[in-house]
Nanobody, 128 residues
Framework: QVQLVESGGGLVQAGGSLRLSCTAS????????MGWFRQAPGKEREFVAG???????????DSVKGRFTISRDNAKNAKNTVYLQMNSLKPEDTAVYYC??????????????????WGQGTQVTVSS
C-alpha cells in the first residue's frame, strides 16, 4: 500500500507561483509513474502533468504547458517526493490538486483510471 500526502496549496494572485509537493510512503516510490490531476467544482478530474518512474519523461496538459513543471526526487535517502511548480497562475487554475501513483507501469498516463493510489488533495485558489 502506498500513501500519498500533498502539500503546498493556498491562495495566490493571478500571475503568481506555487509549488505543490506530494510525499509517498514506502520503498518502491522510484518504480511508480506519478501524475498530478485537478478537479474544479462541477467539473471532472483532469490530467495536469505526469512523470515517468525514472523522471526522464514528462507530460503536460496543453492548458499548463510552459507554465507548470513536474519533477521528482528518486535519489537514495531522498524524500520520495514529486513536485509541481506552477508559475504564471490563472484564475482558471483554481481547483483541488491531487497526486497519483501508477504502480505497474513506468510511464505516466492522462487517464485517472490508470492510477492506483491517490492523495487527499490540496486546494489551489487563484484570485483575479
Amino acid at each position: 500500500q502506498v500513501q500519498l500526502v500533498e502539500s503546498g496549496g493556498g491562495l495566490v494572485q493571478a500571475g503568481g507561483s506555487l509549488r505543490l509537493s506530494c510525499t509517498a510512503s514506502g520503498r518502491t516510490f522510484s518504480t511508480y509513474a506519478m501524475g498530478w490531476f485537478r478537479q474544479a467544482p462541477g467539473k471532472e478530474r483532469e490530467f495536469v502533468a505526469g512523470i515517468s518512474s525514472g523522471g526522464v519523461n514528462t507530460y503536460y496538459a496543453d492548458s499548463v504547458k510552459g507554465r507548470f513543471t513536474i519533477s521528482r526526487d528518486n535519489a537514495k535517502n531522498a524524500k520520495n517526493t514529486v513536485y509541481l511548480q506552477m508559475n504564471s497562475l490563472k484564475p482558471e487554475d483554481t481547483a483541488v490538486y491531487y497526486c497519483a501513483a501508477r504502480a505497474l507501469y513506468s510511464s505516466a498516463h492522462s487517464n485517472p483510471g490508470q492510477y492506483d493510489y491517490w492523495g487527499q488533495g490540496t486546494q489551489v485558489t487563484v484570485s483575479s
